[in-house]
C-alpha cells in the first residue's frame, strides 16, 4: 500500500485487522494472507520496529529452557513446571530446525559456554541429560553440537580462563545456538510477503479508537504518524491484539464494559556492544549473575554483545533507552563473572534498550516467562472476536503465527482463495555508490527502501532495512548520503534533510550511547 492509499482503508471490510507490526504481527498477516484471509496490518511505528528491533537477537536451541531456578529436585516438589519446561523445550527445537532449514536463514552460528561451577543449581550429568531429550525432540535433525568438558580441556578456552570462581569449576558445556543478523529485516520481509499476498500495510498509524459495532464488526479509527496526520476507519471482522508492551492500551482503546485483566508486564533488558580481543571472536558465554537472572556474553560479527538488564518499567514506552546506570550494573555483573574480560565503560562501542512484553501473572513481579507466546481470547472478557498475544519471542514467530491463524480459522473462513507461500526476501540490489565503503549498503538500496519497503525514516533505512546502524561504525558522511538518497522521494528539501539527520544524530546518542564518527 502506498502512503496515498492511507484513506482508501476505510473502504474494504477486512477480515482481520492486526494492530501491531512487530515480528508476531508480521508473520500472522503473511500466514493469514497466504491463507486467503483479507488483512490489515497497522503499527504506530515501523515495521518490526520497538520490542522486535531491540531484542537479545538469539535463536536458542531450547536447551536452556529445561535449566532450573534453584536444582533440579525442585522438579520434585513441581512437577507442573517440569512439564511446562519440556513443551516449551520441545517447541523450540521444531522452531529452531524450522528457521534453520529455510531460507534466507540470516543466521550466524555461534558457540555458546556455560560453566558449571560447585554452587550452580544443576550439575554436568544432569545437563547432559537435558541435552539428550534436546536431541531427542529434534529427531536426526537435531545437532546442537554438545559437548562437556573437564577443567583442563577448557583451560584454553579465553572466557574460562577469566572466569570468576575458577577454583569451584566442576566442567564447562557447550553448544550452538544462532544469532539472528538483525530481526527487524526478519519481520519487513514477513510484512513484504503479506503484502504481494494482498495485505494492506499502514504503518505509522496510530489506533485511536476501537469498538464494536451492532452488526459485530470491528472498527478502528486511525491517524497517520508524521506530518499528514491524515484519519481514516478500518473495519474488520477479527482483530488480533499484538501490539507488544501496547496490548493493554489497545484494550483499553476498545473501552471494554467489563474489568479485563491486564495482560502484559513491561520488562525493560539493555544489551552493551563491545569489542573484545580475537581469541573471543565466534565464542559466547552464559550463565547467572549475581541476583540469580541470566547474563551472556555473545558474538555480534567482530564484536560481542553484554546484557541484558531484568527491571521493571513504567515509563513511555515510546522513550525506552540505556541510562548509565544500566550500563553500569551491566559492567559491573560482567566484572564480577568474567572478571578477566576487565571491561570498563570506555569499552562500550554502543547500547541499546527495549522492553518486552511478558505474561502479566500477580505470582510474578517480572511476569511469567513459561510459556511463550500466550494467546488470549477476551470474549469471555466482554470483547468477542478479539485475540491477544503476551511474551511473544522471535524464535517462535512462525509456529505462533499458525497457532493465530488457527485461533481465526475457528472463529470465520477466508472470504478469498488461499494463496501459496510468496517468500519474503528480496535481495537489496548492491548496485550504486556505497553509503560507506566497509559496508555493502548503497544509495541504491537506501532508494529500493523507501520505494518498495515503506521506509520513512533514518532509522528505519540505516538500522532496520539495511543493517548499518548496528555494525558499530556508521559514520556522519554515511548518514548524509542516506539522508540525501531519501530526500526527493520523500519531499524534503535541504533543510528538512539536514534536520533529519540531526534528529538521527541525536537519537543515536540518547537510544543508542553512540557518537557518530
Not at 85 to 91: H, K
Request: hydrophobic fraction near 40%.
Amino acid at each position: 500500500m502506498k502512503d496515498s492509499d492511507f484513506p482508501d482503508l476505510g473502504k474494504s471490510l477486512f477480515d482481520v485487522l492486526i494492530v501491531g507490526a512487530g515480528i508476531n504481527g508480521c508473520a500472522a498477516a503473511e500466514e493469514l494472507a497466504n491463507q486467503g484471509y483479507s488483512v490489515a496490518l497497522v503499527d504506530r511505528g515501523d515495521l518490526g520496529g520497538a520490542t522486535t528491533a531491540r531484542s537479545g537477537r538469539v535463536l536458542h536451541c531450547g536447551l536452556q529452557l529445561l535449566a532450573p531456578k534453584r536444582s533440579a529436585f525442585d522438579y520434585l516438589t513441581d512437577p507442573l513446571e517440569l512439564v511446562t519446561r519440556l513443551r516449551s523445550a520441545r517447541r523450540a527445537v521444531r522452531d529452531f530446525e524450522e528457521f534453520c532449514r529455510e531460507p534466507p536463514r540470516r543466521l550466524e552460528p555461534m558457540t555458546t559456554f556455560v560453566p558449571i561451577l560447585r554452587d550452580s543449581p544443576y550439575k554436568g550429568w544432569q545437563v547432559d541429560l537435558g541435552a539428550g531429550m534436546i536431541e531427542a525432540f529434534g529427531g536426526s535433525d537435531a545437532n546442537i553440537q554438545y559437548r562437556r568438558w573437564s577443567p583442563a580441556e577448557s583451560r584454553s578456552n579465553p572466557f574460562v580462563a577469566g572466569l570468576s570462581g575458577r577454583e569451584g569449576l566442576q566442567s564447562v558445556v557447550s553448544f550452538q545456538d544462532f544469532r539472528f543478523c538483525w530481526p527487524e529485516r526478519i519481520a519487513i520481509d514477513a510484512a513484504l510477503a503479506a503484502e504481494r499476498s494482498g495485505a494492506a500495510l499502514a504503518s505509522f498509524a496510530r489506533v485511536d479508537d476501537l469498538w464494536r459495532a451492532s452488526d459485530g464488526l470491528w472498527h478502528a479509527g486511525l491517524t497517520e504518524v508524521g506530518d499528514s496526520c491524515r484519519n481514516t476507519q478500518v473495519s474488520a471482522r477479527i482483530v488480533l491484539n499484538l501490539a507488544g508492551v501496547w496490548v493493554d492500551d489497545v484494550i483499553a482503546s476498545a473501552k471494554p464494559q467489563t474489568a479485563v485483566s491486564k495482560k502484559v508486564v513491561a520488562v525493560k533488558g539493555v544489551y552493551l556492544l563491545v569489542k573484545l580481543p580475537e581469541p573471543y571472536r565466534g565464542l559466547g558465554l552464559a550463565g547467572a549473575n549475581s541476583i540469580g537472572e541470566p547474563i551472556c556474553c555473545l558474538p555480534w560479527n567482530e564484536l560481542h554483545y553484554i546484557g541484558p538488564t531484568e527491571t521493571r518499567f513504567a515509563g513511555a514506552f515510546d522513550d525506552v533507552r540505556p541510562e548509565e546506570q544500566d550500563i553500569a550494573f551491566l559492567l559491573a555483573e560482567m566484572g564480577k563473572f568474567a572478571p578477566g574480560l576487565s571491561l570498563t565503560r570506555s569499552d562500550v562501542l554502543m547500547a541499546w534498550a527495549g522492553v518486552r512484553p511478558i505474561t502479566a501473572d500477580r505470582r510474578y513481579p517480572k511476569g511469567k516467562r513459561l510459556p511463550f507466546n500466550v494467546v488470549h481470547d477476551l470474549a469471555a472478557e466482554g470483547l468477542p472476536n478479539m485475540l491477544a498475544l503476551s511474551w511473544g519471542i522471535i524464535a517462535n514467530h512462525r509456529s505462533t503465527a499458525r497457532a493465530l491463524a488457527r485461533a481465526v480459522s475457528s472463529r470465520i473462513r477466508p472470504s478469498r482463495p488461499a494463496k501459496p507461500r510468496q517468500g519474503g526476501y528480496i535481495a537489496l540490489h548492491g548496485t550504486g555508490r556505497r553509503l560507506q565503503d566497509d559496508y555493502p549498503a548503497t544509495d541504491d538500496d537506501v532508494r529500493f527502501c523507501v520505494e518498495r519497503e515503506h521506509a520513512r525514516d533514518l532509522t528505519g533505512v540505516l538500522f532496520s532495512r539495511t543493517g548499518l546502524g548496528w555494525t558499530g561504525r556508521l559514520t556522519a558522511d554515511a548518514v548524509l548520503a542516506a539522508a540525501n538518497a531519501m530526500a526527493p522521494l520523500l519531499s524534503w528539501g535541504r533543510s528538512r534533510t539536514l534536520e533529519e539527520c540531526g534528529r538521527f544524530k541525536a537519537r543515536l546518542k540518547t537510544d543508542h550511547c553512540y557518537e557518530l564518527m
